[in-house]
């Protein structure tokens, strides 16, 4: 597969110098480049590279601030071009690739090709398998009439699945949750407020703003204090409701 190559000097020998040297690599396409951190702010999202040849030291916007400026997901495989050793440490700070001093010799200049082949392939695969998950959720939630009833889980490039009756009870983690099923907990790539409009609201309830538990593994609420309470599960995990959800949660026990 090619590996699209943008190229961003503001001395132009420097560039035909780049892309002199990637023609001598059958996979690096270059689609174009650009003489100022302007133009390439432009041309990227135009563009669309895969890797960024990027010098440090030019007029207007600095290669620095130009990849302080792009989305994560336009600035994934930068690799600086400069004279100046000093801005070595700056460039790993801002998590480019590759730093290449000029000169550029042969041999590292090929080292980072490599680098840059393997780094792009984690990345495709990586999109590739959450491509897949979307897919599983998606025709999971179809088929099911927009319930859940299992829950596509990720290990490492294999997926399996959870089914819904055997979560005890759901933490949120940011973008993530957690499905803890017993003594095990098996993290998804959905945030807590996506799935709870996806559960069974008879099997399910919030009870805090990062926990939702399965009814029927309630053994007993206790109240405690400022109108909050803390519940028992079968497995003697112990949970906190807040006050927020508890008139739901007792509505739900009540008709259970």
């Known amino acids: 597969m090619n590996i699209r190559v943008l190229v961003v000097d503001?001395?132009?020998l420097a560039r035909a110098g780049i892309i002199a040297r990637l023609a001598g690599y059958s996979d690096m396409l270059v689609v174009g480049e650009c003489g100022t951190g302007e133009e390439a702010l432009i041309a990227i999202p135009r563009v669309s590279p895969d890797?960024?040849?990027l010098d440090i030291e030019m007029p207007g916007i600095s290669g620095l601030d130009l990849l302080r400026t792009l989305p994560k997901e336009q600035a994934r495989c930068i690799v600086f071009l400069t004279a100046h050793e000093e801005y070595a440490l700056e460039?790993?700070?801002v998590e480019a690739l590759d730093y290449i001093l000029k000169p550029i010799d042969e041999a590292r200049f090929a080292a980072c090709i490599e680098r840059a082949r393997r780094m792009l392939s984690l990345h495709r695969q990586e999109a590739s398998l959450e491509k897949?998950?979307?897919l599983l959720a998606t025709t999971d939630k179809r088929d099911n009439g927009g319930v859940i009833k299992r829950f596509p889980v990720r290990r490492g490039n294999e997926f399996t699945f959870v089914q819904v009756g055997d979560v005890d009870w759901i933490e949120g983690l940011g973008d993530y949750a957690g499905l803890h099923v017993g003594n095990r907990t098996h993290l998804i790539r959905e945030p807590l407020h996506s799935l709870?409009?996806?559960?069974?609201r008879t099997r399910f309830v919030r009870v805090h703003r990062s926990?939702?538990?399965?009814?029927?593994?309630?053994v007993r609420m206790e109240p405690s204090t400022n109108r909050d309470a803390v519940l028992m599960l079968r497995d003697g995990n112990t949970l906190r409701v807040s006050r927020?959800?508890?008139p739901r949660l007792e509505e739900v026990l009540h008709s259970s």
């Open 244 to 246: 927020t959800y508890r």
């Open 10 to 12: 503001d001395e132009p």
């Open 91 to 93: 460039a790993f700070h």
């Open 51 to 53: 890797l960024i040849f």
């Open 211 to 218: 926990t939702i538990v399965q009814v029927e593994r309630i």
């Open 196 to 200: 709870e409009v996806r559960l069974d």
């Open 132 to 134: 897949l998950y979307g």
